[in-house]
């Protein structure tokens, strides 16, 4: 482990998989001589979500067979993710890396691109996961059906929760919580994998497992996690998956835990996963995870040791090619048999069976999915809806918003991601982009004024294949992925006038050429452009062409060519020239105009005239809307940032425009929270719409206007600073991590958002005082919206667990309803609290079991973890025996699988 980061490694790996061990050995019934396991007991064949146990079996059956034709050489092939076929058995070749699907599919257009899950969750809204990941597979089985690309994800979900703010995926997780979390992945699964008893829709994969919650070292990096964090807090989402969802993949996580990496960890792939919680599907590694077993986490000393490690594990795919290259060194070694990986194969195909792939295409529903869903007018009025219930109204002084239209003659839009659609991470790339700026504008029927004339991503109209559009390092979106015969297709622009054009792009490796047409892909050559090596994917140049002999509007095309080894280049935008004068339009008369000075950059230094220009644009505005936030060039894949403030200038330029104009309002539109002290205390009113999607501009004007009454939550905790927070390498949660450990003051708790209503709280009731093994109490509370505009409210269920003689959650979540209301309504809601809740167990360490604690359990009614309107108290009786009704319970009406 010389190169391994390895933090605070208090916990010997023999003593956690000593306790581990033992507690499978207290709850899971033994295996059959045939190597079948039994599962859990909560999981029976008339409980099964999904795939049936009988539709699964007979899967099985007919991949084995598969298996069987097959040489242990054919076999080794089909354990990487790009698969070769197998002519003389019938069967085709497949990618099971069909793609990303984390908040729309990953492809160019057309598709629909919903809220990243960050902002998504922030609806408290399962029931819209459901609707935003059927949506989503419906375009993946188009897409299928029309190019036959797969249905093999590898996400949804990431569920490395959002513990810290300075993860740098922090965007991909359903917030911190796993109560909320778990709820919310379950849905998102359905979604995917479609509920029919004999197919599977597309997969879900749920990633990455487990404790891969740095970014920068993530190779590398060993995170020391203990016992009661691991059961409590860290397993929780993803056994829900598992257990209540019957998610079909698990991706194996880079990182290591407590010294061993989670692509070779057998008790995590296996004996967690299989045999105690009954994971019926495949584990594929990260990529090329397998591969960091042997380096840099120099685990084992070669890599045909580390194939043969991660199989014996449980990890069935490589995606990468360490398993195709290297498994046959670790059969003629036996450190694997051709059993071992029969098996993993197996599951493969198991799931290939499950598609469909080899029955008639007429007995398969899903292919009934004609490709018309894709983009439809229904998924996007679905992006809106989505876009609109995951923002979220921090504060709103003397009800600052909703701003009246009417009043507005001139509104100054400024800030650094006010004129792009950041759609965040894992994206594909939307016909439909609606900027905040634009969405601003279009919601006062203002006259646009847009200080410049560059064609930016957002104008695209169509792009080949692959194509996929990013964050630039320069503050907006650039477009990516861009490899030899790719081709991009803009709106019309007015060639009038026009003598050259002029294009940004990067490239870090040899470059490529850029053939322009207008028109149609084989229309009019205009003008052939060559790309430089610029020294990196984000370091930007811009080359220029002359063009002669061209007038009025014409769409416009980029053929690429170059190099045949992969992505070439980024193209950023590209501008007619000479440019046309930016003069500020006249609109008519009652006409307001909305001007945008973006005033800086994400996070680059300051620009005194760009700055100036923004605060002037204040001075003279009826209200200035502030849209700032961080981006991709500050948090993303592989990049943690080391602190939560705003980047750049922001913090500044924001202090600069109120002073110029106190009508200001702030919107944060960013992939991740921020710090926002100052704002807080100062500023009338801030709104939080983390990158929100396809639709996110207009959904932000609609709540700006009062279209739409806010009714998003916070799904985490928004720290005042990184000073707040433990060691960003500490994996102990007790160490004031999350709501339900952090004992200081935040920004804005965890589950609060204002509303434009107001609501109150009422008639708490419990169906009995006592819960008891086996038992479930029905908590109520009568809501009632006392204001005067139709709104919703989250309802939120807390408990506090009686004293114990460990350290317990101050509160932990255990149930939610997002209740809708019309002025005036009043509703009667009703929770289930069942003796087997997670929240009133923890992992006795010493007896290696969940345990609870008998006495007082008060549970608590609010409308955030810091706003409790209601309370009582239930009296918690003991249980000695955790198989009767622990949150991992196992009878002896425990099932047979035919998992292997």
């Known amino acids: 482990m010389s190169d391994a980061v390895i933090v605070n490694n208090s916990m010997n790996r023999r003593a956690f998989i000593a306790g581990t061990a033992a507690a499978g050995a207290a709850t899971l019934a033994g295996c059959s001589a045939q190597g079948h396991h039994k599962i859990n007991a909560r999981v029976t064949n008339s409980q099964r979500v999904g795939i049936s146990e009988d539709a699964y079996k007979k899967a099985w059956q007919r991949a084995a067979g598969m298996v069987a034709k097959m040489t242990l050489e054919e076999k080794i092939g089909q354990t990487g993710n790009q698969t070769p076929a197998i002519k003389r058995i019938g069967l085709p070749a497949y990618n099971y890396y069909s793609g990303e699907a984390l908040h729309g599919l990953v492809r160019g257009g057309p598709v629909t691109s919903f809220p990243l899950?960050?902002?998504?969750?922030?609806?408290?809204?399962?029931?819209?996961?459901?609707?935003?990941?059927?949506?989503?597979?419906?375009?993946?089985?188009?897409?299928?059906?029309?190019?036959?690309?797969?249905?093999?994800?590898?996400?949804?979900?990431?569920?490395?929760?959002?513990?810290?703010?300075?993860?740098?995926?922090?965007?991909?997780?359903?917030?911190?919580?796993?109560?909320?979390?778990?709820?919310?992945?379950?849905?998102?699964?359905?979604?995917?994998?479609?509920?029919?008893?004999?197919?599977?829709?597309?997969?879900?994969c749920a990633k990455h497992f487990i404790c891969n919650n740095t970014d920068d070292d993530r190779t590398s990096v060993s995170a020391s996690v203990s016992p009661r964090n691991f059961w409590e807090y860290y397993t929780r989402a993803y056994r829900t998956c598992a257990l209540d969802a019957d998610v079909f993949t698990f991706m194996s996580a880079y990182s290591a835990i407590n010294g061993v990496p989670c692509s070779a960890d057998r008790f995590l792939l296996t004996s967690l996963l299989r045999d105690r919680w009954g994971f019926r599907g495949y584990v594929t590694s990260d990529c090329d995870a397998i591969y960091n077993i042997f380096n840099p986490h120099h685990y084992l000393p070669t890599l045909h040791q580390a194939a043969a490690a991660a199989v014996q594990a449980g990890c069935d795919l490589n995606c990468g090619n360490t398993l195709p290259k290297h498994l046959g060194r670790a059969v003629a070694d036996q450190l694997v048999s051709d059993s071992d990986i029969s098996r993993a194969i197996t599951r493969l195909l198991t799931v290939r069976v499950l598609f469909g792939e080899f029955d008639s295409p007429q007995s398969v529903p899903y292919n009934s999915i004609s490709f018309d869903m894709v983009d439809s007018p229904a998924h996007r009025a679905l992006a809106l809806k989505a876009a609109r219930e995951s923002i979220v109204l921090l504060?709103?002084?003397?009800?600052?918003?909703?701003?009246?239209?009417?009043?507005?003659?001139?509104?100054?839009?400024?800030?650094?991601?006010?004129?792009?659609?950041?759609?965040?991470?894992?994206?594909?790339?939307?016909?439909?982009?609606?900027?905040?700026?634009?969405?601003?504008?279009?919601?006062?029927?203002?006259?646009?004024?847009?200080?410049?004339?560059?064609?930016?991503?957002?104008?695209?109209?169509?792009?080949?294949?692959?194509?996929?559009?990013?964050?630039?390092?320069?503050?907006?979106?650039?477009?990516?992925?861009?490899?030899?015969?790719?081709?991009?297709?803009?709106?019309?622009?007015?060639?009038?006038?026009?003598?050259?054009?002029?294009?940004?792009?990067?490239?870090?490796?040899?470059?490529?050429?850029?053939?322009?047409?207008?028109?149609?892909?084989?229309?009019?050559?205009?003008?052939?452009?060559?790309?430089?090596?610029?020294?990196?994917?984000?370091?930007?140049?811009?080359?220029?062409?002359?063009?002669?002999?061209?007038?009025?509007?014409?769409?416009?095309?980029?053929?690429?060519?170059?190099?045949?080894?992969?992505?070439?280049?980024?193209?950023?935008?590209?501008?007619?020239?000479?440019?046309?004068?930016?003069?500020?339009?006249?609109?008519?008369?009652?006409?307001?105009?909305?001007?945008?000075?973006?005033?800086?950059?994400?996070?680059?230094?300051?620009?005194?005239?760009?700055?100036?220009?923004?605060?002037v644009a204040a001075k003279s505005a009826d209200v200035v809307i502030m849209v700032c936030g961080v981006d991709q060039s500050i948090d993303s894949e592989g990049h943690d940032r080391p602190d939560i403030k705003l980047t750049g200038v922001q913090h500044e330029l924001i202090q600069a425009c109120f002073k110029a104009n106190p009508k200001t309002v702030l919107v944060i539109s960013s992939n991740n929270t921020v710090a926002v002290n100052w704002e807080q205390e100062n500023l009338p009113a801030i709104v939080s719409a983390v990158f929100a999607g396809q639709a996110q501009g207009t959904a932000i004007a609609d709540v700006l206007f009062g279209n739409y009454n806010p009714g998003g939550k916070t799904c985490c905790t928004w720290y005042k600073s990184v000073d707040q927070l433990p060691a960003f390498h500490n994996y102990d949660i007790m160490k004031g991590r999350t709501y339900m450990y952090f004992e200081g003051r935040p920004l804005y708790p965890f589950g609060y958002g204002l509303s434009y209503t107001h609501f109150k709280f009422s008639d708490l009731g419990i169906s009995k005082g006592t819960l008891a093994v086996g038992e479930s109490i029905v908590i109520s509370a009568v809501i009632t919206n006392t204001g005067l505009y139709a709104g919703a409210e989250v309802v939120q269920i807390y408990v506090q667990a009686p004293a114990s003689p460990v350290k317990r959650p101050i509160k932990q979540l255990v149930g939610f309803q997002r209740v809708d209301l019309k002025a005036g309504e009043s509703r009667n809601v009703e929770f289930t609290l069942p003796y087997t809740e997670q929240a009133l167990w923890y992992w006795q360490e010493k007896q290696r079991k969940f345990v609870l604690q008998e006495g007082m359990l008060k549970v608590l009614v609010g409308s955030s973890s810091a706003d409790i309107h209601l309370n009582t108290v239930i009296a918690l009786q003991s249980c000695t025996d955790a198989r009767l009704g622990g949150p991992e319970t196992l009878t002896t009406a425990a099932v047979n699988s035919v998992v292997m």
């Open 117 to 204: 899950p960050l902002a998504m969750a922030c609806s408290w809204n399962p029931a819209l996961a459901l609707e935003v990941y059927t949506a989503v597979s419906d375009e993946a089985r188009a897409y299928n059906k029309k190019d036959n690309v797969g249905l093999a994800y590898y996400s949804p979900q990431t569920l490395n929760l959002h513990r810290d703010p300075r993860w740098g995926r922090c965007e991909e997780a359903p917030g911190e919580d796993p109560c909320l979390a778990g709820a919310w992945a379950v849905n998102v699964i359905k979604g995917m994998q479609g509920d029919n008893p004999n197919y599977l829709k597309t997969t879900a």
């Open 395 to 615: 504060k709103n002084d003397n009800n600052f918003l909703p701003l009246q239209k009417s009043d507005l003659k001139t509104v100054a839009v400024i800030g650094p991601t006010a004129g792009q659609c950041h759609l965040g991470g894992y994206s594909g790339s939307p016909f439909v982009r609606i900027s905040p700026y634009d969405g601003i504008a279009q919601a006062l029927g203002a006259v646009a004024y847009h200080p410049h004339d560059h064609v930016w991503p957002q104008d695209l109209q169509a792009v080949s294949a692959g194509v996929q559009t990013q964050t630039s390092s320069e503050g907006g979106m650039d477009i990516g992925w861009i490899d030899d015969g790719a081709w991009l297709e803009y709106k019309p622009q007015d060639f009038t006038g026009k003598s050259h054009l002029a294009i940004r792009v990067s490239s870090p490796g040899n470059g490529a050429t850029i053939h322009a047409h207008v028109d149609s892909l084989q229309g009019r050559k205009i003008a052939t452009l060559t790309v430089p090596h610029t020294g990196g994917w984000q370091h930007w140049t811009t080359v220029s062409a002359a063009i002669t002999g061209i007038t009025g509007k014409h769409k416009v095309f980029f053929k690429f060519s170059g190099p045949k080894s992969g992505p070439m280049c980024n193209v950023e935008w590209f501008q007619l020239r000479p440019a046309s004068a930016a003069a500020k339009p006249q609109p008519k008369a009652g006409q307001p105009v909305v001007i945008f000075k973006p005033g800086c950059t994400v996070n680059g230094p300051k620009d005194e005239k760009m700055f100036a220009e923004a605060v």
